[in-house]
């Protein structure tokens, strides 16, 4: 049996598991929709599991803290300034930028990372 889910079911299902907690829900729902980016490129639906949605991915307010919990910042990274380290790391894995509001000029209020 194969349940489907709208967007903001996914958004409001996976806001009601403690290890969400901590995420905004803005931080969920770009998480849901980069999912669901994912499946209409490749064409596949993609089966919904928060769990393992949860151990891939998380979420973080600042770009420092998302390179010290990727590896140590100053033994990956050594001398490079924090946003050289950003860059860089955005090379290795997929880094989301969060926006709590609707302006698109600001810089983000968190990132989502993909922990692999």
């Given at each position: 049996m194969k349940n489907t889910l709208t967007t903001t079911q996914a958004i409001d299902e996976l806001g009601t598991f403690d290890a969400f907690k901590n995420w905004t829900r803005n931080a969920?729902?770009?998480l849901v929709e980069y999912i669901e980016e994912i499946e209409e490129d490749t064409g596949t639906e993609i089966e919904f599991d928060p769990?393992?949605?949860?151990?891939?991915f998380t979420y973080h307010t600042c770009a420092r803290d998302l390179l010290c919990?990727?590896?140590?910042?100053?033994s990956v990274f050594g001398k490079m300034t924090e946003d050289q380290?950003?860059?860089?790391?955005?090379?290795?894995?997929t880094i989301l930028p969060v926006y709590e509001s609707t302006s698109s000029m600001q810089s983000p209020d968190g990132y989502v990372m993909q922990m692999f």
């Open positions: 969920v729902s770009t769990i393992a949605l949860r151990s891939d919990d990727y590896e140590p910042f100053e380290a950003f860059e860089e790391l955005a090379e290795r894995t």
